[in-house]
């Protein structure tokens, strides 16, 4: 039988009233009737209903949550910072995929789901911006990602050209001068590879060393093996990069794979630096060293917006905000080579 709140009050020996605002975390409740009331609670295995909870203020309690690639490490350890830190306000992540592509963006954008949940956490590949401003759905969206939009929605995204800057900075101080960056991609000038490449640009410029364009190699997708392809293409075009910045860690995995084919040391002969520290890369034969997004930060944002538009806030009520989450670079073995 399920213990309700009538049974936590009478072996507390308080009022209903105050086992609810223990409950639901209210100020106004001593500290020694709330320890007495927790403890019961955990002695009989109370469960709020969840469902009631989010009936009483006209919510599901569902948030929808839709993603590009989950095969791609940094979105699945995404959706996990996600996943938990809703689950500590109460909340249930409703996981989608988009596959990138523009016509599923807009389908969610649009209000795909709209009766399950109670807003969205949207991160676009393809969307434009015609697309979120003829958006015909007023319940709240949350942008996440490196696509930059001029439109009226909640913003999380880190500073893309100045992590492009750290990481490049880091490979200059290390004296590498002959630096390629792998991961290009073409259209679309604000798109998270041109923002990297642009910050990998402007600083070995700044330094003097080089920065000509068969140092840059495009890649079709941001996969491994696309990082393996464009390193083999850098190295049989007579190309002699003596490091290489890659848009994800991705790309850098396979990079790297591609090097060791070839008898190149990393990081003796060719440094690597990676974009993103999923797992994965702590563990390649020289771990990688990485630009980390503070994840975490990004799922607390992202989550934070869109409860608090649900709040009162809605979309047009209040301006929008662009959310800038920190990132640090992470310094491992293919940089500065094992210790």
């Not at 609810?20 to 955990?42: E, F, L, M, W």
């Not at 490049?168 to 004296?175: A, K, V």
């Not at 790309?251 to 060791?260: K, Q, S, Y």
Request: aromatic fraction near 6%.
């Amino acid at each position: 039988m399920a213990i309700s709140l009538k049974d936590v009050a009478e072996h507390a020996g308080v009022s209903v009233k105050t086992v609810s605002n223990v409950v639901n975390g209210y100020r106004h409740v001593t500290p020694a009737t709330r320890q007495r009331v927790q403890q019961v609670i955990d002695e009989l295995g109370y469960r709020p209903n969840l469902t009631a909870r989010h009936l009483r203020k006209g919510r599901t309690g569902i948030i929808a949550l839709a993603l590009p690639e989950l095969g791609n490490p940094y979105f699945a350890e995404l959706a996990d910072a996600v996943i938990n830190y809703a689950a500590g306000l109460d909340l249930i992540v409703l996981l989608d995929h988009t596959y990138g592509r523009r016509d599923q963006e807009v389908l969610f954008a649009q209000g795909f789901r709209a009766r399950l949940i109670d807003g969205l956490i949207l991160s676009p590949i393809e969307l434009e911006n015609e697309d979120l401003l003829a958006r015909g759905h007023d319940a709240p969206l949350v942008l996440l990602g490196e696509r930059e939009y001029e439109a009226p929605y909640d913003h999380i995204a880190i500073d893309n050209v100045a992590a492009a800057r750290t990481a490049t900075r880091h490979l200059l101080d290390l004296g590498r001068r002959r630096i390629a960056f792998i991961g290009a991609r073409h259209g679309r000038s604000r798109q998270p590879a041109h923002l990297r490449l642009r910050g990998w640009r402007e600083t070995v410029t700044a330094a003097g060393a080089a920065a000509d364009d068969a140092l840059v190699a495009g890649t079709d997708g941001y996969t491994r093996r696309d990082g393996a392809q464009a390193m083999a293409r850098l190295l049989d075009s007579g190309t002699a990069p003596d490091a290489v910045f890659c848009y994800n860690d991705l790309i850098a995995i396979g990079a790297m794979r591609t090097l060791t084919e070839r008898g190149l040391r990393v990081p003796e002969d060719v440094a690597v630096v990676g974009f993103d520290d999923i797992e994965e890369g702590r563990y390649c034969t020289a771990a990688l060293t990485t630009i980390a997004p503070h994840k975490q930060a990004i799922a607390r944002a992202a989550v934070d917006a869109l409860l608090a538009r649900l709040e009162g806030g809605a979309e047009g009520a209040v301006e929008s905000r662009r959310v800038r989450p920190g990132f640090a670079l992470v310094p491992r073995e293919s940089t500065l080579g094992r210790p």
